[in-house]
């Protein structure tokens, strides 16, 4: 990699920033398994401490805005952990790419998922990470905190806010006479819409990214993050304590992906789901004025859970029996 005051051409940039819970692990490997591939196309996909994304552009004290040793016309850079940053680091970030050589636009973009929805993988995704049965059974007690005090509609809120501020700092640079375009995009997820169904097949029709369409389609390796329902996350935790994390995660990654359209019950409790839809609304409604396409995340079939009061309970019988198939199938354990 070139030091970042070497004049290697880049034309485009293009900050992916998430948010998580859509589907950016699949991006982020499919790009990473085909760097080589991808600048002979002229794109240009970094590698930063050997991850698949580039968290380390999230760090308090991130690494230069990376060069490319030779001309290329587009850069790719994604982390859902940018998202979040101050204002100040956001304003850091682009007009470091700004003073890049020869750069002419910058383009961000984010996905938003059905606020309920997201609230639901995101709270299903953390239980995903507990350690020991004592562990996840604190985390499914948060959802029974009063909804007006619930720190889980809290979450879905500063997503959706630090999204519009991430859309103020590009306004504002794309203000500037800087001769740097700069714009962004914001796409509903409706993974059910796209080829495959991850994030890849509609990342591609991003302007910069056409060329690797039919590369980036025809990866044979996808690597996914599974959402999986409650009761697996508690038998693949009881399994875990019993045998060791691996066994656990072999559990966790060979379940697929649940999702809320499936008809599964609702994991959030009635109240809170009404609560997080009361909250976001606003904030929808002004991103819905700012980016098109937007208009199917406020009637996501998601959020018509609201009335519905019966919650996917913690049932440690039903994850003890779960457990018991997965061993007569062959299963660790």
């Known amino acids: 990699m070139s030091a970042a005051g070497e004049r290697a051409p880049v034309r485009r940039a293009i900050v992916h920033i998430g948010s998580d819970k859509t589907g950016s692990t699949a991006l ?114 948060v959802r029974s905190v009063p909804a007006p005090v619930n720190p889980i509609a809290g979450r879905v809120v500063a997503r959706l806010t630090r999204l519009e501020r991430w859309a103020d700092e590009v306004d504002r640079l794309g203000a500037r006479s800087t001769g740097v375009t700069a714009r962004i995009e914001v796409r509903p997820y409706v993974p059910f819409d796209w080829p495959d169904g991850d994030v890849v097949g509609d990342a591609v029709t991003v302007r910069g990214l056409e060329p690797a369409a039919d590369l980036l389609l025809a990866r044979r390796h996808r690597r996914r993050h599974p959402t999986p329902d409650l009761s697996t996350i508690h038998a693949a935790v009881l399994l875990g304590e019993m045998v060791g994390p691996e066994a656990r995660d072999r559990i966790l990654e060979s379940t697929p992906t649940s999702g809320l359209t499936g008809g599964r019950r609702p994991v959030l409790p009635g109240a809170l789901r009404r609560r997080i839809v009361t909250r976001t609304e606003p904030i929808l409604v002004r991103l819905m004025r700012r980016h098109a396409g937007l208009a199917a995340l406020a009637t996501a079939p998601a959020d018509r859970h609201g009335e519905r009061n019966d919650v996917e309970p913690l049932d440690r019988s039903a994850a003890l029996a779960l457990l018991d198939g997965h061993r007569r199938a062959g299963e660790p354990g």
Do not use: K, N
């Open 28 to 141: 982020q490997a499919a790009m990473a398994d085909r760097r080589p591939e991808l600048v002979e196309l002229g794109i240009w996909y970094p590698d930063l401490d050997g991850r698949p994304d580039h968290l380390a552009l999230a760090d308090r004290r991130p690494p230069p805005v990376p060069v490319p040793a030779t001309p290329v016309d587009t850069m790719v850079l994604s982390s859902e952990a940018l998202l979040p940053l101050p204002d100040r680091r956001v304003v850091r970030l682009l007009d470091g790419l700004a003073a890049l050589p020869a750069i002419t636009e910058i383009l961000v973009l984010a996905y938003v998922r059905a606020p309920v929805d997201f609230a639901e993988a995101a709270f299903l995704q953390r239980c995903r990470l507990a350690r020991s049965e004592r562990e996840l059974r604190r985390l499914v007690a």
